[in-house]
């Protein structure tokens, strides 16, 4: 506590924040690093995910784990789809072109959630194991929250050693060359 405020609780607050941020900006990067693709809708279908989870939890009730699957399913399902009828039209347009088709989709997705779910945040049950508090040894935090830094922390280090690790060898090219020719995938 510094001046009656606790500066951990805060830090571990903004880590986790952060976090999620990260988690969707690093689709962003590989799109747009690896495909050439200006794609601003990551959030929008990181928010379609988050509500098909509270949707299966709450209306199927489903356990968060089932519920979690459900979402990453269906949401790559959409995106198979969106990608077939939409994004493959404007692979080769101007990256001003990519940036607004996508802010339209982006504006498109908040409107339908909110006519079809409402505006206001939907509340969630997690799960017993990440419910709670946990010690930290210098501060008490929520489990939720540890977990979700923990679990980013160690996708971002698995990605950190992937590309420092793929990038130089005939593994990373691959996807690279895959991405940029359609024959090589078909392989």
């Not at 799109?31 to 379609?48: I, P």
């Not at 077939?84 to 982006?106: C, H, K, P, S």
């Not at 409107?111 to 206001?120: F, S, Y």
């Amino acid at each position: 506590m510094i001046f009656g405020i606790d500066v951990a609780s805060m830090a571990l607050g903004g880590m986790a924040a952060g976090m999620i941020l990260f988690i969707v900006s690093v689709g962003l990067s590989v799109t747009m690093g690896l495909m050439g693709f200006v794609n601003l809708a990551h959030g929008a279908f990181a928010m379609v995910g988050g509500y098909v989870i509270v949707h299966a939890m709450k209306s199927w009730g489903l356990p968060f784990v089932a519920a979690l699957a459900i979402g990453c399913l269906a949401i790559a399902a959409a995106s198979i789809v969106l990608e077939r009828l939409l994004y493959t039209r404007l692979y080769r347009a101007a990256e001003l072109d990519q940036v607004l088709f996508t802010i339209g989709l982006v504006f498109i997705t908040i409107a339908a959630v909110t006519v079809l779910v409402g505006p206001e945040n939907q509340p969630l049950t997690l799960p017993t194991w990440l419910q709670g508090q946990v010690d930290l040894g210098f501060t008490t935090y929520r489990t939720y929250s540890v977990a979700l830094i923990s679990g980013c922390g160690s996708a971002s280090s698995a990605r950190a050693s992937a590309h420092r690790f793929a990038r130089p060898s005939t593994t990373g090219a691959w996807p690279r060359r895959s991405a940029s020719t359609s024959t090589v995938c078909s392989r």
